[in-house]
């Protein structure tokens, strides 16, 4: 049985990983932890698992490794102890709130050598594997554009937790959370950028942003374009990808395109590549490093905290 720990249950999706752990095959939460002493010992009741000390998860060898949903300007210092514990480590995006904190995180994972993986979760869904096969293979031509949007209600419909407007907890609003995935998805497809503009706007009077825009150039002229919110009532998820012989368009599962291979007409593929397990299982599940996809890697973590420095000037 390989056994884990949730360490915080501050983020809103600490709550669902523990539940996908302890649904995996041979998978099964030991232990929790929080600093809020009786919000760890009620959800440890609710999962029928022990809630424990920092210093007792990280001692106890029963525990291969620790999935971290702490407050994300907390991430560096306990990520570094669960490293130095010799604990595998699976991260809530982002990583850390600055570069300098993720390298330090990247130095602690190589030296140890423990097993990591953060949670980009858009990699495993079937529509964007598509996209980005085609984007890689060459169909479209060379990229010269790309643009993605995720958005909730998480301002407007009072679902988000207030701790998700702390400018000090969170780094930010909405592009520094939601927006992670509209940036991880054009770093991926377009490399690293050399500027970030960005609007940010506050409509629902929280101090942070919840409407948000960043415009990134890469090296050769691509530009890709993030957009998020907190305000949107049942926005699809959109992507398009241009390139200098063809399009592709996605709004949440339907995927368009068009170029040389669809005789330059607008299709649709037969099939889509099937779901790859969630990063948290392909972490869970696996035996070392060498089973984690790069793009779930360290630098991979590591590009997104920079990417996010750009973008709120920092």
Partial sequence: ?????????????????????????????????????????????????????LENILADPDIEGVIICNATSDHAPLIIQACRAGKAVFSEKVLALTTQETLSIKQAVLETGVR?????????????????????????????????????????GNWLPPHFYDPIACGGGAMIDLGAHPMYLLCHLLGDPIRVQSAFADLTGHGVEDNAVSLLTFPGGAVGVSETGFLSHRHPFLMEIGGTEGTLLLRDDQVTYCCSETDNKWLSPDKLPDALP???????????????PDYLGINAALRLTRVMEMAYGR
């Fill in 116 to 156: 990591f993986a953060i949670s980009f979760p858009h990699f495993s869904e079937p529509a964007i594997r598509f996209a980005l096969e085609i984007a890689r293979s060459g169909k479209l031509g060379a990229l010269h554009y790309a643009r993605v949007r995720k958005a909730h209600n998480g301002a407007t």
């Fill in 1 to 53: 049985m390989k056994q884990f720990a949730m360490l915080g249950k501050w983020h809103v999706h600490a709550p669902g990983y523990a539940n996908e752990l302890n649904a995996l095959p041979g998978c099964r939460v030991k232990a929790v932890w929080d600093p809020d002493e009786a919000a760890a010992r009620a959800w440890a009741r609710s999962l029928a698992c022990q809630a424990d000390t």
């Fill in 278 to 292: 969630s990063p948290l299982a392909q972490w869970a599940l696996a035996e070392n490093q060498n089973d984690i």
